[in-house]
């Protein structure tokens, strides 16, 4: 849409100048079709984040600010505060990110700088297979084999040892189950490692080989130059693939609902039972009715918002780094 | 990135003072003309392609030396050779002696790390860090161990004022290595590559993508290195090579069309003068006068 294209309409159409020729049909059809495509995302956004939010005003109304953000969930009195799943959703989410994010990068950073490739496929190849396992089966497997494991060879053990210590006690410290945050934030990080594996590997994969070299041409040993010129690169790139597992670990439901014990309650110890907004969703839903079933509703429209800060938030800091770096 | 790469972690430490520590001297400025690389009978391999075949040359200190000829004939894969910047491409493979000091380059116990620390490059296409203009010219020195706030300014502004490039960047020293021009930029590079106060730059083709003004800068740049440095550069450009070197390798390409090969071997190694005016092989002859390539 430049001046030159629309300085003369009447002429254009049977103009022979390459100057004013009217851009290639092909073009402008894809031009459209693009937009068209956003826009029906949005407007599908738009329509859920309505349709959910009629069907919990309800809750919202009744609840109020202060109601919505209590800790107090009993259905049987008609208390349906959100607050200790929030919280839930939050710190198993958190624990994943922290243990997934490291391991994800080391691994994406070896596979793509270190290990020779023709080992590299083969792993690359396990690490896109355990994407593929339905979460269901991570959370069967979760309570069943693991929690139980867990919670007698390292959770116990954990918890005696840092019984009193000030701050590690009221994170470790006792009680001690099987299902509960800390199992769900590790069941939660295996299941989004794979992809946040993957991601990081095809950005770090992109980053140009004379970009390595002027590192390797200073002296640069291998970490050194990962750091100097591999990382600048890939970093930003590596955020978006965080973000998008940490979406994918906060609004995971079944895995999350079969290991994290359930019930609802806001404690600093990560080794007790606890509960997520969209595993009390799952949990509950079938069951609810009225300003239950309106809260429950609410709480996907909660957790729809949440995701969405989170995102926009991580994206401006990325943002702001980005533009100091590329220096526009 | 296969054996070679291995090569680079098992050696991620500069060996406690290898041979080729001692000889580098740390006072950078040298004697002109002595031999400071001896290469004998080199050829190089990209797994089994023979990308160049029996070089062999002596390189001089604090002159500049030049290598020209027709694309393909290996000059780049030569210069790469002795910063073995040819073991990070994987299936290359260089034969032949190469000592630098009396040190051979390829020599068991030395470190391709230690290596690239006392010989530093210049590439063809500027490719700063993404990162800002200060943190380019400070990576070289902080990788070496230097932590001092203070030292680091001092070497920051001390290595792009030599590469002639301080004045146009000091009030923006923050700001990204990637919003300067490309001359501005190739002469970063150059300013990041001797923070670390090497003994060699290796340069490709530096000026290959820069006007003529900013050519005229790096040129003068390297008459002022070539007083505390050694100097090899790749060029296309005859004129260059005669404006700023003292030495000349013409390289060209030998063609089997039997199976199909084409090596690239070293022509003729002499003074520059020599190699413009007095050209002793034909070949040398037709390209200098513009005959062929
Ligand atoms: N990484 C590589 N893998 C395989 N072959 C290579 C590689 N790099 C260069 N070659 C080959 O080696 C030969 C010499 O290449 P080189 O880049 O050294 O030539 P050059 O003289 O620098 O050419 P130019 O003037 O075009 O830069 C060429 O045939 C090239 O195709
Ligand atoms: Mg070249």
Redesign the interface.
């Known amino acids: 849409m430049s001046s030159v294209t629309q300085a003369d309409p009447a002429k254009q159409a049977g103009s022979a100048s390459p100057l004013t020729r009217r851009r290639p049909l092909g073009d402008r059809g894809f031009q459209i079709l693009a937009l068209a495509s956003g826009l029906l995302v949005l407007v599908i956004l738009v329509l859920i984040a309505v349709s959910t939010t009629q069907q919990s005003t309800d809750w919202f109304s009744k609840a109020g600010v202060k109601g919505i953000f209590s800790t107090d969930w009993d259905p049987a009195t008609n208390h349906f505060g959100a607050m200790a799943f929030v919280y839930g959703t939050v710190i198993t989410s958190v624990i994943a990110i922290i243990i997934a994010v490291p391991v994800s990068v080391a691994v994406a950073l070896l596979l793509t700088?270190?290990v020779?490739?023709r080992w590299a496929r083969p792993i690359v190849y396990l690490i896109d297979l355990l994407a593929v396992v339905p979460s269901v089966v991570w959370g069967l497997w979760g309570i069943l084999v693991f929690a139980p494991w867990i919670q007698s060879s390292v959770y116990s053990h954990i918890a005696s040892a840092v019984n009193g210590i000030p701050l590690l006690g009221s994170l470790f410290g006792p009680p001690v189950s099987g299902a509960s945050f800390f199992t769900a934030g590790i069941i939660l990080a295996v299941m989004i490692t794979p992809i946040v594996t993957s991601l990081s590997r095809e950005v770090i994969a992109t980053v140009?080989v004379?970009?390595?070299?002027?590192?390797?041409?200073?002296?640069?040993?291998?970490?050194?130059m990962i750091r100097?010129?591999v990382w600048?690169?890939s970093q930003n790139g590596v955020v978006g693939a965080v973000l998008l597992g940490l979406g994918r670990a906060m609004g995971e439901t079944i895995a999350a609902a079969l290991v994290i014990g359930s019930s609802a309650t806001v404690t600093s110890r990560l080794f007790a039972t606890g509960y997520s907004m969209p595993a009390v969703i799952a949990n509950q839903f079938p069951e609810a009715a009225g300003e239950w079933r309106a809260a429950l509703i609410g709480m996907g429209v909660l957790l729809f918002a949440l995701t969405i800060i989170v995102n926009l938030a991580a994206r401006g800091i990325v943002e702001r780094s980005t533009r100091?770096?590329?220096?526009? | 990135?296969?054996q070679s790469?291995q090569n680079?972690?098992a050696k991620?430490e500069l060996p406690k003072p290898t041979a080729l520590e001692q000889a580098a001297p740390q006072d950078v400025s040298g004697t002109p003309g002595r031999p400071i690389f001896d290469v004998r009978n080199v050829s190089v391999w990209y797994s089994a392609f023979k990308a160049v075949t029996d070089v062999s040359m002596t390189i001089h200190e604090n002159e500049i030396t030049a290598f020209i000829g027709s694309s393909g004939s290996g000059k780049t894969t030569v210069l790469r050779a002795f910063?073995r910047?040819n073991d990070?491409v994987?299936g290359a493979r260089v034969e032949g002696e190469m000592h630098y000091r009396g040190t051979p380059l390829y020599g068991k116990d030395v470190s391709p790390?230690?290596?690239?620390?006392?010989i530093?490059?210049v590439?063809q296409?500027p490719?700063?860090?993404?990162?800002?203009i200060y943190d380019n010219v400070a990576?070289?020195p902080r990788?070496?161990g230097e932590r001092n706030r203070r030292k680091l300014d001092e070497i920051v502004e001390r290595s792009l004022r030599r590469a002639a490039l301080w004045d146009e960047v000091k009030n923006r020293l923050k700001?990204?290595?990637?919003?300067l021009s490309g001359g501005q930029a190739q002469r970063l590079?150059i300013a990041?590559?001797i923070a670390?106060e090497p003994d060699v730059v290796l340069m490709d083709e530096p000026a290959s993508a820069l006007d003529p003004i900013a050519t005229g800068a790096i040129e003068d740049l390297m008459r002022e290195l070539k007083k505390q440095y050694t100097i090899i550069i790749v060029t296309h450009n005859m004129q260059q090579a005669t404006r700023v070197s003292d030495r000349t390798a013409f390289f060209s390409v030998l063609t089997d069309s039997k199976n199909d090969t084409r090596t690239g071997v070293l022509i003729e190694y002499g003074s520059t003068r020599q190699i413009f005016e007095d050209p002793q092989d034909s070949r040398t002859q037709a390209y200098v006068t513009g005959r062929m390539g």
């Open positions: 700088e270190v020779p490739r140009p004379i970009d390595k070299e002027g590192a390797y041409a200073l002296g640069a040993t291998r970490w050194e100097g010129a600048p690169h100091r770096m590329r220096g526009a | 990135m296969e790469e680079v972690a991620t910063n910047m990070l994987p790390i230690a290596v690239r620390r006392r530093g490059m590439f296409k490719n700063p860090f993404r990162k800002s990576y070289g990788i070496n700001s990204s290595g990637l919003a590079c990041r590559t670390v």
